[in-house]
């Protein structure tokens, strides 16, 4: 019998899939009104994730630790700082959003802090996170990044957007508490069980995953061990 091949799969299990980051993007959306002052929280270069916002809102600013993120060309602005010490007054946005960041904050609590004080009250705060329960992330946490960058170079990712993770504010339990102690209340959270790309070397291990996120995806019992959080937290 021959083996499917990973296209085969995907035409069988996921013919009218919608992933992780378009979901992420309705959810920016939903949020998104014209006039709006919006802030990419770790913006980086831009490249993996291009949107449009600068269409809508009147302005979008980024901000990441890496200078790269002055040439990102989705924002209408960019400053190079870390996210516990903003450039910018208080009540500044509308609404901020952040994408694949919150897994390598070694120190949250201030990262939210400082977000929320340049936050105008009733705003929201989007997160797009993985899970640290999740099999990828477990796996993460025990492998160095050298093994990382190795991974994600086979997967099509650059070494440059590859960074050490932290996962301390990625699970159900501990993003409400930090929320609360940072004037914030969680308005949704999201927990996504994906198809296996991270799998996708070879059919035998990615129709594991692929049985994996059935199993998760059947009930919401399984949902603290889904890969993907998209949280929403508004500002009080």
Not at 119 to 134: D, E, I, K, Q, S
Not at 151 to 158: A, L, S
Not at 194 to 207: E, G, V
Request: proline letters at 7%; charged letters at 25%; hydrophobic letters at 45%.
């Amino acid at each position: 019998m021959a083996i499917p091949t990973i296209a085969a799969l995907d035409r069988r299990f996921y013919s009218d899939y919608i992933d992780e980051h378009a979901r992420f993007d309705v959810c920016i959306r939903r949020h998104l009104r014209p006039g709006m002052d919006v802030l990419d929280a770790g913006a980086g270069r831009g490249i993996r994730y291009p949107y449009d916002y600068g269409r809508i809102a009147s302005r979008v600013a980024g901000v990441d630790v890496d200078p790269a993120v002055l040439d990102n060309v989705n924002l209408t602005d960019a400053a190079v700082a870390d996210l516990a010490a903003l450039p910018y007054p208080n009540g500044a946005f509308d609404l901020v959003f952040s994408k694949y960041v919150f897994e390598h904050l070694e120190y949250p609590l201030p990262v939210l802090r400082e977000l929320r004080r340049v936050m105008r009250p009733g705003a929201h705060l989007l997160v797009h996170t993985p899970n640290r329960w999740h099999y990828v992330a477990l796996s993460a946490r025990i492998t160095p990044l050298r093994f990382h960058v190795w991974f994600n170079e086979r997967r099509g990712r650059v070494e440059a957007d590859t960074f050490p993770t932290c996962y301390r504010v990625n699970d159900v339990r501990s993003i409400p508490r930090l929320a609360a102690r940072s004037g914030f209340q969680v308005a949704d959270l999201e927990q996504i069980e994906t198809k296996p790309d991270y799998l996708a070397f070879h059919p035998i291990p990615y129709l594991a995953g692929i049985a994996y996120e059935r199993l998760v995806n059947r009930s919401e019992r399984f949902g603290c061990i889904r890969v993907q959080l998209i949280v929403d937290l508004r500002a009080v």
